[in-house]
């Protein structure tokens, strides 16, 4: 919607205009942050500004922070180039979309440092993150499995897209894994953010017969629908329990405080170097909020699981994995289906009874 | 509770912020003027409903403030529009901007903080009927408000002497002027009045609908109402009726999807719009030309030049 960008281009013009006025003169390191939506959203960007915080809480008398919110895609350009202009020597920009003009930028200024999450383009002077949420949606899934009583459960979907698809798969395997005859319901809503429309498909889920719901969209309606029905969901992004303490069995949480420490302390130090990192349960990039309104066994199984992936010893996508058509999916990673593989999945496994939206 | 139960009333709730900020953009229209801030003017009153509601923990008052929130961005519209007599798609378009960022910024502290249901009203012994029951007798109160609006909108411009002068002045503003009829106090209200209507339409969505607040909430509703001014050639009955016609299409389509019908849900999500569209066109096929579109609509007024 035009008019949303527009404000989203204003107020990013206007948090412009405030840090360029601001810098002190001091020796810290100033580490920038750009974000897609507004730290407000009680989700994504939520998330990575939790992390900032943790980062200025850590070395606070080193660095300072500056963020940038509600960047729209076209405008990211400027807003990462005004906070490489500003003095910045380490910009984080955190959304998929502002991959190509983090590139563009990132080659005029080879002197900055620049974290691009999500995407797969890098430089020397461009590194990228990215966390491994299908591994606590494994984890979610188990759970659903062992807590449905109707045998169905539901997925609330934003986009039909490798991300959303994979998490998919990985929530269906995790429960098919304790529950060989689970059904699994879908609904896409089209948008990462309408919490009205989110519910309604939440509403629906449960009205069909489904009584453990989870979701891939932003906003905790869908949970807040399953603890007005009594039945069970999950958080997204954030630990959501205040929204419904007596529905919510746990929260993938996105956390990013650890990594966005240790790579500002890398460039303190100087030992900075473009990579790439795909963290999930074992680094702590994902975590699990608190199991909680389950029986003893059921949070036992998921603390375990938890542990197996923590080690090593467990991949929600160890082989063989099966396509719907029953056919076994190439393995082309190591006992498990490849980074490539799980970052472009556009297939359902085996056991889905649904088509992807083409 | 059956399942066609419990469809019909997700499909109340859907509907219901729509029909209220569609009633009150259609006075507004009928007024003259077409204000394309029903958007920023929502979700304003769904940041300050949601603010003053947690604030004094009293729903009444969240309700209260954000119709006051609604009036207050609708004045704002009516200082430009009437005052200055600025154009008013560029002041409306602005409007929604600025309501968008405005309510960001109120609504910040509130993130996260969460408001318990408000209970439906319960009629004894009707609300036990089959079927019937719970749907009719057994809703919030915006529900029945925005019925009772509804009516009361279509008795008001049908058979009533100022509903007769606000239909004048909207046709023709310049003839109405010239009968002495007072055309810039009657679109101040009537713009007042749309803004209450799009305020109590943003309270009801994070009081009752959604129960907590985040920025850019409304996702458009505001839009969707503007259509369904059209849709229903600016008439109070067939907004009722088209409201209730997206809100089905919406929730039903989401419920396709849950049945696994097999239909791409990208297609299901457009059939609202698509229906509108028909609609438009059908109505013109009917009567030939933009049919029931006020004749002084979107024309700015000046008085005696």
Request: proline share 5%; charged share 15%; aromatic share 10%.
């Amino acid at each position: 919607m035009f008019s949303k960008k527009m404000i989203g281009a204003l107020a990013g013009a206007a948090a412009l205009a405030l840090f360029a006025g601001g810098a002190s003169a001091q020796e810290k390191l100033k580490v920038g942050f750009v974000y897609v939506g507004p730290v407000g959203d009680f989700g994504y960007s939520y998330q990575h500004d939790q992390g900032r915080k943790e980062l200025e809480k850590a070395l606070g008398d080193k660095i300072e922070t500056t963020f940038v919110e509600n960047v729209p895609e076209p405008d990211s350009e400027r807003a990462i180039e005004q906070l490489a202009r500003t003095g910045h020597k380490l910009i984080f920009t955190t959304s998929f979309g502002f991959m190509e003009p983090t590139v563009k930028v990132a080659k005029k200024y080879p002197n900055i440092k620049f974290e691009h999450a999500t995407g797969y383009k890098r430089a020397p002077n461009l590194a990228t993150y990215a966390a491994k949420f299908h591994e606590g949606r494994y984890i979610v899934g188990q759970i659903a499995g062992k807590m449905t009583k109707s045998g169905t459960i539901g997925y609330v979907g934003a986009f039909p897209i490798p991300e959303v698809i994979s998490g998919i798969n990985s929530f269906f395997l995790g429960a098919q894994s304790v529950n060989p005859d689970v059904k699994l319901k879908v609904v896409w809503v089209n948008s990462w953010f309408d919490p009205a429309k989110e519910g309604d498909a939440a509403k629906a889920l449960l009205d069909q017969g489904v009584d453990v719901i989870t979701q891939h969209t932003d906003s905790p309606a869908p949970l807040q629908a399953a603890e007005a029905r009594g039945k069970y969901g999950f958080g997204q992004a954030s630990d959501m329990e205040r929204f419904a303490p007596k529905a919510q069995l746990t929260a993938i949480i996105d956390h990013w405080g650890d990594y966005y420490i240790q790579r500002t302390k890398a460039v303190l130090d100087g030992t900075w170097k473009s990579e790439d990192t795909w963290g999930g349960l074992d680094v702590n990039m994902v975590q699990m909020a608190p199991y909680k309104n389950m029986p003893d066994d059921v949070k036992k199984m998921a603390e375990e699981t938890e542990a197996a992936i923590k080690s090593g010893k467990l991949n929600p996508f160890k082989c063989p994995v099966y396509g719907q058509d029953g056919k076994e999916i190439e393995c082309k990673g190591n006992g498990a289906l490849s980074d490539e593989q799980i970052l472009g999945m556009n297939f359902y496994v085996k056991g889905i009874d649904d088509k992807i939206p083409q | 509770m059956t399942t066609f139960e419990a469809i019909l009333l997700t499909i109340v709730t859907a509907s219901t912020p729509l029909l209220i900020a569609a009633l009150g953009e259609l006075v507004t229209e009928r007024s003259g003027v077409l204000n394309l801030g029903v958007e920023g003017m929502m979700i304003m009153g769904a940041a300050c409903s949601f603010a003053a509601a947690v604030t004094f923990d009293s729903t009444l008052i969240g309700v209260l403030a954000g119709i006051v929130a609604g009036v207050a961005m609708a004045a704002l519209f009516a200082l430009a529009v009437l005052g200055f007599a600025a154009n008013q798609v560029g002041s409306g378009l602005a409007l929604t901007i600025f309501g968008l960022g405005l309510s960001g910024l109120i609504g910040a502290p509130f993130v996260g903080a969460r408001r318990d249901p408000i209970a439906p009203l319960d009629i004894p012994v009707l609300s036990d009927l089959p079927i019937i029951g719970r749907l009719f007798f057994e809703q919030d109160l915006f529900v029945y408000g925005s019925i009772a609006l509804t009516v009361l909108i279509a008795l008001y411009l049908g058979r009533s002497r100022s509903g007769l002068t606000l239909r004048a002045i909207g046709e023709n503003h310049g003839s109405a002027h010239g009968l002495g009829l007072p055309v810039l106090r009657v679109r101040f209200l009537a713009i007042l009045f749309g803004g209450a209507c799009a305020g109590l339409a943003g309270a009801y969505l994070s009081l009752v609908y959604t129960r907590f607040w985040a920025p850019g909430m409304t996702s458009g509703r505001g839009w969707i109402a503007l259509a369904l001014v059209v849709f229903a050639a600016w008439r109070p009955a067939w907004v009722l009726v088209g409201a209730y016609i997206f809100g089905a299409a919406t929730v039903l389509q989401l419920h396709a999807q849950a049945a696994q019908f097999g239909v791409p849900a990208q297609a299901l999500s457009a059939i609202p719009y698509l229906a509108t569209i028909i609609a438009l066109l059908l109505l013109s096929l009917r009567h030939g030309r933009a049919i029931g579109a006020p004749g002084s609509l979107g024309v700015p007024f000046v008085p005696d030049r």
